[in-house]
């Protein structure tokens, strides 16, 4: 039978009701709780035995200072009197620092039949020889050792799945905070953790930590084995992503064994070593590594090369990278459907000569348009265009977009956050007659869409091209079409 984690939701309220209100909004999806009693108000201390029996599941009692990442400061006899009256409760854990140190009560807890879950945090990053710490933990062979460290690099994440490795099997919990850290709380079971900590978003109690709707429905959490397969995203920042919703949807409609997680990457090399040691299977790549994920790649395809750009990678049956660009077809298709499947013999203009411009040009181009591309730095725009005889013009001599007009396509960052207010073609006057066409897709009406809807043209935001992409991925990762692609709803 194949290891899974736990899903452990973490009560923050001030009030036992309150927790309790809390805890049935998530009922469906934990499975254990811990209830952080440092959180509470004074006046619901006497109250916390009484907890257990009011929730029919496991639960973990947590009274943690602020040296760990805790609120309680009224000294350490208070915090035990505290705990030692809560035991009264049929609570089955007790969270115990690594430098908790009374006998007496240790002896009470085991008397009483608790487990003791022997933790460290370290907010800062991950200690040196974390494995030879781990061990170290447990007192007694029963205890369950913890780890909570940050996570500030992908070196860093690297190290805390290198380090369950080495610890082989046996009850522990194992987590990295932060960005950087968040696949471990995904892929608890890969690090060999007894379970993963959520809480609400409004209320978290450490960084990074997830809701527990969000891990069961993005995520499928409850259907992560030892042995799913891994798959994923890279970026820096990436944690935006909406492809971990996409991929994840369809790996549980196919019932495929596969997990989509989103990796921050700040270091390629770093990454990949992550990726053996994780089995990784392929993943998809966005802003910055889409050109520099190339020299990793064994063997690539006509658009990876002629962009200089990969978005998409899958491990090969040979053990090798394969790089591939969904990109331009991504963003091609919605296109040919507003032309009823035909380009050629159309004129397009390009507004922009970066990463986007280029898959754009690209997928144009193999369609046998005349394109026109348009940039704030001419000098880009005229690069561009000599390396695939293309027309090109700056921002000041807009006018000459009235003849490479068909199709209008933005692919510059103008729109998107922080710069919604900001539209590169204000200047222009539109026929009507054009299709205005933006790969931004949050807002889904730019600036520059709308003053086109505005003037009675068609409109293409760049949630169409993302999910045509990914579906595209998709089919390189499970060799299957996504399924169900009009019931995809990500806003």
């Known amino acids: 039978m194949n290891k899974v984690s736990m899903l452990c939701l973490v009560l923050t309220e001030s009030s036992i009701d309150g927790n309790i209100k809390f805890y049935q909004k998530y009922s469906d999806y934990c499975d254990i709780l811990e209830l952080r009693a440092d959180f509470l108000a004074p006046e619901e201390w006497p109250k916390i035995h009484s907890l257990p029996s009011q929730i029919r599941k496991p639960i973990i009692l947590t009274f943690r200072k602020p040296a760990d990442g805790g609120h309680f400061k009224e000294g350490e006899a208070l915090r035990i009197q505290l705990m030692r009256k809560a035991l009264e409760g049929a609570f089955q854990y007790i969270d115990l620092e690594e430098d908790f140190s009374d006998n007496d009560f240790e002896a009470h807890v085991r008397k009483k039949g608790v487990t003791i879950i022997r933790s460290f945090h370290d907010f800062t990053g991950i200690p040196h020889e ?85 891990l069961a429905k993005i995520y499928n959490f409850k259907s992560i084995t030892s042995e799913t397969e891994i798959y994923g995203i890279i970026g820096n920042p990436v944690m935006h992503s909406l492809s971990p919703k996409i991929h994840n949807r369809g790996f549980r409609m196919l019932n495929l064994p596969k997990i989509y997680v989103p990796f921050q990457v700040d270091n390629l090399e770093h990454f990949f070593k992550l990726a053996r040691v994780l089995n990784i299977r392929g993943f998809s790549v966005t802003i910055p590594h889409k050109e520099n994920v190339r020299k990793y790649l064994h063997q690539s395809d006509e658009g990876v090369e002629k962009i200089g750009a990969c978005n998409t990678v899958v491990l090969s049956p040979a053990n090798q990278w394969t790089g591939y660009n969904t990109d331009a077809m ?162």
């Open 130 to 214: 974390l494995a030879q710490r781990i061990r170290k933990l447990p007192r007694n062979a029963k205890e369950i050792p913890k780890a909570a460290v940050m996570a500030n690099t992908t070196e860093d994440l690297l190290s805390l799945f290198e380090a369950a490795e080495e610890l082989g099997s046996g009850d522990r919990i194992i987590l990295a905070m932060g960005s950087f850290g968040f696949p471990s709380r995904v892929l608890a079971v890969k690090l060999g953790s007894m379970l993963t900590y959520s809480s609400d978003s409004k209320q978290q109690a450490a960084p990074g930590q997830l809701d527990p709707e969000s």
């Open 330 to 491: 991504g963003f091609l298709l919605p296109l040919k459907k507003q032309f009823q499947g035909t380009l050629k013999n159309r004129r397009a203009t390009v507004i922009g000569a970066g990463g986007g411009a280029k898959a754009v040009c690209f997928a144009l181009k193999k369609e046998g348009m005349e394109i026109l591309v348009v940039n704030r730095t001419k000098a880009r725009a005229d690069e561009l265009a000599r390396e695939w005889q293309m027309q090109s013009a700056g921002l000041d001599e807009i006018e000459r977009i009235k003849d490479y007009s068909d199709v209008i396509v933005q692919t510059t960052s103008m729109g998107m956050a922080p710069l919604e207010k900001m539209n590169p073609l204000e200047a222009y006057h539109y026929s009507g007659h054009e299709m205005a066409y933006d790969i931004v897709y949050k807002p889904p009406l730019t600036l520059f869409l709308e003053q086109a809807q505005k003037a009675g043209c068609s409109i293409l935001n760049g949630e169409s091209m993302l999910k045509e992409q990914a579906y595209l991925q998709f089919k390189a990762f499970t060799g299957q079409e996504y399924p169900d692609p009009l019931g995809l709803t990500l806003f």
